[in-house]
């Protein structure tokens, strides 16, 4: 589980990131953060990731507390708890698909047969093994995602964060990657985006609208309109300030059972870039399937 309690981050010339944003998510679901540009998103979702420090408050990850660790610690619960998904994709390009997504368990000093096993199973669940030997360069937009999506999931982290994830792809590209973020939640990881696109609305569990570091919870209606149209920002009305704490006293969750499950199938092709609205929306607030290792492979 991650959760931040009253967390803060102030820049220089009274730039805001966070202000006093409390928040917890669960395995198995997926939240998305929306706001104009320069509300706050990614520095929200960096203090999560242990990219960036907040000034006040604390960051929990799995029941321990981690926004004080030293570099290298946190360096470590990076690589081995948390995934990373960025808009740009963040591929090396002189790599194939396959040694990119290698790349994340090198780190932590897995090589051989198992990291071969674990490539090609992350691979085949985001559907692009067949891009295995292709450089970046040689991908479509959709197809580098994938690559990152796998890279992010190869070690089968508690937490994939999300920055953007779509904001290079088409509508119906977009849509095929935000569902399989929403699978990942679904087989037990926590999943947080940060996000401008009308489609991540129809596929996570929570849409907050993030306005000058602070979190609210929109009404959807008018958050699909202030997304699709642009306008400035949401009525108050429409925006009840998101109470943190009341979830903070929540009952925790029962731990999730050990895996039992096989790993997810291979993903569809890509659907034809036909319809604005894209993919299908999935049922709304399925229940999570808890499981501690999405992946099915071995630690
Ligand atoms: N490293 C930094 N140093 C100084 N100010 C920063 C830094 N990072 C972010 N900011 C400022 O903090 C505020 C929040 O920025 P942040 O990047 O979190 O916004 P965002 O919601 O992700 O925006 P966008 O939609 O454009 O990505 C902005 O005013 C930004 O200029
Ligand atoms: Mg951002």
Do not use: C
């Not at 102030?10 to 944003?21: E, L, M, N, T």
């Not at 408050?57 to 946190?74: I, N, S």
């Not at 479509?140 to 999300?162: D, F, K, N, T, Y």
């Amino acid at each position: 589980m991650l959760e931040l309690r009253h967390v803060s981050k102030r820049y220089g010339r009274g730039a805001v990131g966070a202000a006093d944003v409390s928040l917890m998510v669960e395995p198995g679901e997926i939240i998305a953060l929306f706001g104009p540009s320069g509300s706050g998103k990614t520095s929200i979702l960096h203090i999560m990731g242990l990219l960036q420090e907040p000034d006040e408050g604390e960051v929990w990850l799995a029941g321990e507390r981690v926004d004080h660790l030293r570099e290298r610690k946190a360096a470590d619960v990076r690589s081995r708890q948390l995934g990373f998904v960025f808009q740009s994709f963040g591929l090396l390009p002189l790599l194939s698909g396959e040694e990119n997504v290698a790349v994340a368990l090198r780190l932590l000093g897995i090589g051989g047969e198992a990291a071969r096993a674990r490539v090609s199973n992350a691979m085949a669940a985001v559907g692009i093994t067949h891009r295995a030997q292709h450089r970046p360069g040689e991908m479509s937009g959709g197809e580098q995602q994938r690559i990152a999506l796998a890279r992010a999931l190869v070690h089968a982290p508690q937490v994939l964060l999300a920055d953007e994830p779509t904001g290079e792809l088409d509508t119906a590209t977009a849509g095929y990657v935000v569902d399989m973020l929403r699978k990942v939640a679904r087989n037990g990881a926590t999943v947080v985006i940060a996000t401008h696109d009308p489609v991540a609305l129809d596929y996570v569990d929570t849409a907050f609208f993030v306005r000058d570091g602070t979190l609210h919870v929109p009404d959807r209606a008018e958050l699909q309109m202030w997304i699709t149209e642009g306008t400035g920002v949401l009525s108050d009305a429409g925006s009840a300030a998101y109470p943190g704490s009341r979830r903070l006293t929540a009952t925790p969750p029962a731990p999730p059972p050990p895996h039992a499950g096989p790993p997810l199938p291979p993903s569809p092709p890509l659907p034809p870039p036909a319809q604005p609205g894209a993919a299908a929306p999935p049922e709304k607030k399925a229940p999570p399937v808890v499981e501690s290792d999405p992946w099915g492979l071995p630690h």
